[in-house]
């Protein structure tokens, strides 16, 4: 890990500190004589939720070769499994950690033409959730948080060497519902949007050193099955 992850890293577990700071703040402000972290307990329910998707990465296709006017990127779309787990410090205010990972095909689009290379990507992400609960068993949620994108396991196309895509940290907005079926179970529909630009660079045969912008700000679609422990 170079000095700029480790610095990530650090900022990222600060932040990460701050929303579970803030999120505690507010089942204190939010409290009552009976507190819904109670009223969960007394129900047999437990702070933690896991939920399991099926996840669409839909990503937006800009980017760029510095020095090479005209020049585009576009980047592969994919389906992936992904696994959430959430904690709920009140019935309204919760943070979940988002686990998955996926790969993304790199082509040159416009003055070049050409296939670049592949990249898996580790995208954890962190958010703060508000969930509605006035709706019986349809509670639907918004959310905002961190993204660490951490690019690992890159390969090249022919006519390319050395292709790094460096690791990036972003915001995350989200909106979301789970449809509970009982206490314990129910279905999850959840959508995402990460603001993802970062730098890239590679080696050519002919062209010699690259580098540029790669602006992906993936839409994660996902559906599945939650579970309230």
């Not at 900022?11 to 507190?35: C, E, H, R």
């Not at 969960?40 to 990503?59: E, F, H, K, M, N």
């Not at 979301?176 to 314990?184: L, P, R, T």
Request: hydrophobic share 45%.
């Amino acid at each position: 890990m170079n000095m700029n992850d480790a610095r990530h890293l650090r900022w990222i577990t600060g932040v990460g500190a701050a929303l579970f700071a803030f999120g505690a703040a507010a089942a204190d402000l939010t409290s009552q004589p009976v507190t819904p972290v109670a009223e969960d307990a007394a129900a047999g329910l437990s702070p933690w939720q896991i939920r399991v998707r099926g996840l669409g990465v839909l990503t937006k296709d800009s980017g760029s070769i510095n020095g090479v006017p005209g020049s585009d990127l576009s980047y592969s779309d994919s389906l992936i499994p992904e696994l959430d787990i959430s904690y709920f410090f009140t019935d309204n205010i919760a943070a979940e950690l988002v686990l998955g990972t996926t790969y993304a095909n790199i082509k040159e689009d416009g003055a070049v033409g050409v296939p670049v290379g592949k990249a898996w990507l580790l995208p954890p992400t962190l958010t703060l959730q508000y969930h509605f609960t006035d709706f019986g068993a349809f509670k639907p949620y918004v959310g905002a948080g961190i993204n660490y994108s951490l690019f690992y396991n890159q390969s090249e196309k022919p006519g390319f060497h050395n292709l790094d895509v460096d690791n990036h940290v972003g915001a995350a907005l989200q909106v979301g519902f789970d449809y509970m079926v009982d206490e314990h179970w129910g279905v999850n529909f959840d959508v995402k949007k990460i603001f993802l630009e970062t730098d890239w660079k590679a080696d050519h045969d002919v062209l010699g050193p690259l580098s540029g912008k790669a602006k992906i700000d993936p839409w994660l679609i996902g559906a599945g099955v939650t579970y309230r422990f």
